[in-house]
């Protein structure tokens, strides 16, 4: 994105334009910026050509999927729902991992009969689980089971998932005794160690401190793993605070695991692929006064994106038209939804504002639509793929009619 004669622009096209033609509040994405971040993610990494699986949860649109599907991603998924998603965006089964703590029973049989490449497990409970169901069709399924490295990603508490007390993966006395479980079964073949110790990851080093983990715990077994899934979690630059994660030294830390261990690698990235592809536009409603603060209600609320509400999260918020006048006041950006906590940030030094004016919300790509509800019975939002000049609707705003 960029203004252009004042007018913040998506590739080829102002948001101006787009709004005029669509009501607000909606989703949109930039084609380029997604094809970009898979070829960078892919060059990251070229020495050892990693199996790259998109993260379905981050962005589960269907039309996003199929765009990821023709750069060569496959897809990490955590349900059924996601799963079949997946298949109907055309990745092959053999490039579709499915991870999660809780997997049922319907959901485990479904994965089988799609002959995915694996189910990655969290517990001794869940392999038993496979293994029954295995047994009972009379197949032999390849899975991985997830080893909480006791890693703190430093990242947000509540996006931390490899440190003991959170709730995914296994410890490594329970790891081994998986991994004697699986040996002494004619059903299941254990073909992976997965790791994923966190999101929003902007440091390296947590990578290495994990990988030196992995690397102990492979070389005190004797079993042979054709892969190590090591998740995802990469960040991105939500503000000018933060730093680029340095997928140079990330690279070179595994060229140097992979030089005692030869095996295949797996990722799972999600928010690095398609999260700074994302912006969601809104119109100012109302300005309302209060003291030395004004409120800048917004047609777009915590139901359309709920990150702010739930993770205290920073999204840079930029007006649609740039002018040189600056306000005194500070803006409140809120959403009209019944709750407090229904605001997405409040600034000092904003441009003056007025009622009507377009506010544009970056870098909500992931875990923005996905994360969306229909709380207070506001319909789902519209979303846009922008190829250059052209405008793709990639879902249609959920009308009253369908929602009640």
Not at 254 to 268: A, D
């Amino acid at each position: 994105m960029k203004y252009i004669n004042n007018k913040l622009s998506i590739e080829k096209i102002n948001f101006q334009k787009i709004a005029n033609k669509f009501e607000t509040p909606f989703y949109s994405y930039s084609y380029s910026k997604l094809k970009e971040n898979i070829n960078n993610f892919k060059n990251s990494f070229k020495s050892f050509s990693p199996l790259i699986c998109f993260a379905v949860k981050s962005n589960t649109n269907l039309n996003i999927i199929k765009e990821i599907k023709k750069l060569g991603l496959g897809a990490d998924v955590v349900s059924q729902g996601e799963l079949m998603m997946a298949l109907k965006a055309g990745i092959n089964p053999n490039k579709i991992v499915f991870s999660g703590v809780g997997k049922t029973s319907n959901e485990i049989s479904f994965a089988i009969e799609k002959k995915i490449l694996l189910i990655n497990a969290e517990s001794l409970s869940e392999v038993k689980e496979i293994n029954r169901i295995a047994k009972f069709k009379n197949r032999k399924v390849n899975i991985g089971v997830r080893l909480n490295p006791d890693t703190d990603a430093k990242t947000l508490i509540q996006i931390s998932t490899g440190k003991k007390e959170n709730k995914f993966g296994v410890n490594k006395s329970i790891l081994y005794e998986i991994i004697n479980y699986c040996n002494n079964s004619n059903n299941i073949n254990l073909k992976c160690l997965s790791v994923h110790i966190g999101s929003q990851i902007l440091d390296y080093k947590p990578y290495e401190k994990m990988l030196k983990t992995v690397s102990q715990i492979l070389s005190k077994t004797d079993h042979s793993f054709e892969y190590i899934d090591l998740g995802g979690g990469m960040g991105i630059t939500y503000s000018n605070k933060n730093k680029k994660l340095n997928y140079k030294k990330y690279n070179t830390a595994i060229l140097r695991f992979l030089k005692i261990h030869k095996v295949k690698i797996i990722f799972e990235p999600g928010r690095s692929i398609i999260g700074n592809t994302g912006t969601l536009v809104t119109k100012i409603i109302y300005i309302k006064e209060s003291g030395k603060k004004d409120f800048i209600i917004l047609d777009a609320a915590m139901n359309d994106l709920m990150r702010p509400a739930l993770y205290g999260a920073f999204h840079k918020t930029l007006p649609v038209i740039k002018s040189y006048k600056i306000s005194k006041k500070i803006y409140e950006f809120v959403g009209p939804i019944c709750e407090s906590t229904d605001k997405f940030i409040t600034l000092k030094r904003f441009q003056k504002l007025k009622e009507k004016d377009l506010i544009a919300i970056c870098d909500v790509g992931a875990y923005g639509m996905s994360l969306s509800s229909n709380y207070n019975l506001r319909p789902k939002l519209l979303e846009l793929l922008i190829k250059g000049s052209k405008i793709i609707v990639i879902r249609k705003r959920q009308n009253y009619k369908e929602l009640i």
